[in-house]
């Protein structure tokens, strides 16, 4: 899948999230003019439809109304040709277009082509958000309005720093986290997000986490604050907050 620029997540915001219009939204914060075509089960077959044409920094909503299916897939072009692509094939057309089933496309004057997926997490709204940055590698960008466990995931990815003691970091890779002091490695282990635990005290999301040697742990962390710089977390049962910044 050609994904250029690197598309990054743009995670929910809980304080607007509330207010939103439930929605399946596409936002492009790309250099340059991008255009955007869908695909979805509606219920009864498949169905793709193109498309939505963004200038820089333009979003539009592809879908309106709360979300009746987990995955959504889509494929997006720019003035030099297919930006992303995937490996679920659609029929679509070089005009505006609905068209109902995915197979024999070109029997049917259409052209095929492969989309990628996204996963709401079974959130009612969503948004993807395409932002170019001077990398070559990566993948695209999702967000929901709520606490779904792929967008928890995508925020956490990279290395963060205790706040607290500089000298403490830790480096997340998908559900896997490596610990370090002074640069010196410590705990390795993994996670799962989870709605909320025993114990906690706010609604969640959470992460259990669960360290390679098995004295320690499981525990579950609170997730109070989440985005693209910071991260604040408490483990149930303890009073101390731990804040982390992205490094």
Same mark, same amino acid.
């Given at each position: 899948?050609?994904?250029?620029?690197?598309?990054?997540?743009?995670?929910?915001?809980?304080?607007?999230? @509330?207010?939103?219009?439930?929605?399946?939204?596409?936002?492009?914060?790309?250099?340059?003019?991008?255009?955007?075509?869908?695909?979805?089960?509606?219920? =009864?077959? $498949?169905?793709?439809?193109? $498309?939505?044409?963004?200038?820089?920094?333009?979003?539009?909503?592809?879908? @309106?109304?709360?979300?009746?299916?987990?995955?959504?897939? $889509?494929?997006?072009?720019?003035?030099?040709?297919?930006?992303? %692509?995937? %490996?679920?094939?659609?029929?679509?057309?070089?005009?505006?277009?609905?068209?109902?089933?995915?197979?024999?496309?070109?029997?049917?004057?259409? %052209? =095929?082509?492969?989309?990628?997926?996204?996963?709401?997490? %079974?959130?009612? @709204?969503?948004?993807?958000?395409?932002?170019?940055?001077?990398?070559?590698?990566?993948?695209?960008?999702?967000?929901?309005?709520?606490?779904?466990?792929?967008?928890?995931?995508?925020?956490?990815?990279?290395?963060?720093?205790?706040?607290?003691?500089?000298?403490?970091?830790?480096?997340?890779?998908?559900?896997?986290?490596?610990?370090?002091?002074?640069?010196?490695?410590?705990?390795?282990?993994?996670?799962?997000?989870?709605?909320?635990?025993?114990?906690?005290?706010?609604?969640?999301?959470?992460?259990?986490?669960?360290?390679?040697?098995?004295?320690?742990?499981?525990?579950?962390?609170? !997730?109070? =604050?989440?985005?693209?710089?910071?991260?604040?977390?408490?483990?149930?049962?303890?009073?101390? !907050?731990?804040?982390?910044?992205?490094?």
């Amino acid at each position: 899948m050609r994904l250029f620029p690197v598309f990054l997540l743009v995670l929910w915001a809980a304080t607007t999230a @509330s207010v939103a219009q439930a929605a399946l939204r596409f936002c492009n914060e790309t250099a340059g003019q991008v255009s955007v075509a869908i695909g979805y089960f509606d219920g =009864e077959d $498949w169905t793709s439809e193109g $498309w939505w044409t963004m200038a820089a920094g333009e979003c539009k909503t592809a879908l @309106s109304g709360d979300l009746e299916t987990r995955f959504y897939f $889509w494929h997006a072009t720019d003035d030099d040709g297919i930006l992303v %692509e995937g %490996e679920y094939p659609f029929c679509l057309s070089r005009k505006v277009f609905t068209i109902v089933g995915d197979t024999d496309c070109a029997a049917r004057g259409f %052209e =095929e082509a492969l989309f990628d997926r996204v996963d709401t997490a %079974e959130e009612r @709204s969503f948004t993807v958000t395409l932002r170019a940055e001077d990398d070559a590698s990566g993948s695209a960008a999702a967000s929901g309005d709520g606490t779904g466990a792929e967008a928890v995931v995508a925020a956490l990815q990279g290395r963060w720093q205790d706040v607290g003691d500089p000298a403490f970091e830790t480096q997340i890779t998908d559900r896997r986290f490596a610990d370090a002091f002074g640069g010196v490695p410590a705990a390795t282990g993994r996670f799962e997000v989870a709605a909320t635990c025993d114990g906690a005290r706010d609604s969640g999301p959470v992460l259990m986490v669960t360290y390679e040697d098995p004295s320690d742990g499981p525990f579950c962390w609170e !997730i109070l =604050e989440l985005d693209q710089q910071v991260w604040r977390f408490r483990a149930v049962g303890q009073t101390a !907050i731990v804040s982390m910044v992205k490094q």
